[in-house]
């Protein structure tokens, strides 16, 4: 029998454990597993929450890819050019070609603070942050250690996001990080979010909802973050918004974005008409409603 060729696009949680668990199940003799990723920094997200108050660094939860896959697993540090389908063929930015038996596509998500208007731009990682990348993360513990009092929005910029529970999570480690420092009476903590509550399962919501108000944390909901404006002032920022109901801006010192939207799968190599998978952009499909001629009137 003819050894299998398997692909696997994605060298995260998923790409690795899959890589892993097929090398197991079959021999090298049986099947030759390929790894594709961009980069060779395997990131243990789960650890990025705790981060930015100090309980780990980034050094800590980064390693190499190719030391998370098992021995027998070929990997490749490369953008994916092209799939093509009716070949069964992947093509790398470096021109190796990667025929396949099997594909597995594990792509995972990006995201995409861009698309929220004033996020990215002066302040960025200076009074808004978002702690899913090290960097990002890295850059929030920096500037928490500095903070001395103010007001703190954990945001929720659009959903879906990866991980819901965890922005919850930050707004806990924030009270107990600023009680560790003795200056919780000095910081305001305010959790908004596009939903109707805090939590997504409405069951969560009606039963755990008190937990925020136990520890003095202000709940906003149905907030729709139309831009950021992270220099507004001298120490304060805004994040104007305007929903079906009402108006309402939410000044603070510091913002973190904690929500971006991913990409579909395979982003960067959309369908072409021939069933090529070629580079290109795509987001997931988003319904935006009307809204009034308002500069801040953005729903998305």
């Known amino acids: 029998m003819a050894r299998k ?16 668990r097929l090398r197991r199940r079959f021999d090298e003799d049986e099947a030759e597993i390929h790894v594709v990723d961009r980069d060779d920094w395997h990131v243990y997200q789960p650890g990025l929450l705790f981060v930015p108050f100090g309980l780990a660094s980034v050094d800590e939860i980064v390693r190499p890819r190719q030391r998370q896959l098992r021995n027998g697993i070929v990997f490749h540090e490369s953008e994916v050019d092209a799939v093509w389908i009716e070949r069964d063929e992947v093509l790398l930015d470096n021109r190796i070609v990667l025929p396949y038996d099997v594909l597995v596509v ?16 002066p302040g960025w990682n200076e009074r808004a942050f978002t702690f899913y990348t090290p960097p990002g993360a890295a850059a ?8 001395d009092g103010g007001k703190l929005v954990i945001n929720l910029i659009d ?22 420092r003795g200056i919780r009476d000095r910081v305001e903590l305010i959790y908004s979010t596009p ?21 003095h944390i202000e709940l906003v909901t149905e907030f729709n973050a139309g831009e ?63 809204v009034d001629d308002h500069p801040a009137a953005i729903e998305t």
């Open 5 to 20: 060729q398997i692909v696997i696009l994605g060298g995260g949680t998923g790409g690795t454990m899959t890589a892993n």
């Open 106 to 121: 594990a792509t995972g998500s990006r995201l995409q603070p861009e698309e929220t208007e004033g996020l990215t731009g």
């Open 140 to 147: 929030l513990h920096a500037q928490l250690e500095r903070f």
């Open 159 to 180: 959903m879906p996001i990866k991980c819901p529970v965890a922005p919850l999570e930050f707004a806990f480690l924030a009270d107990w990080y600023f009680r560790e």
């Open 195 to 215: 939903l109707d509550g805090a939590f997504t399962k409405p069951v969560a919501s009606e039963h755990l909802a008190g937990l925020l108000a136990e520890k």
């Open 228 to 290: 950021v404006d992270a220099l507004l002032g001298e120490d304060a920022g805004q994040v104007p918004c305007r929903d079906r109901l009402r108006e309402r801006t939410v000044e603070r010192r510091r913002v973190d974005e904690l929500g971006a939207r991913p990409d579909a799968a395979l982003s960067e190599m959309p369908v072409g008409e021939e069933g090529e998978l070629e580079r290109g952009n795509r987001t997931l499909d988003r319904h935006v409603d009307d």
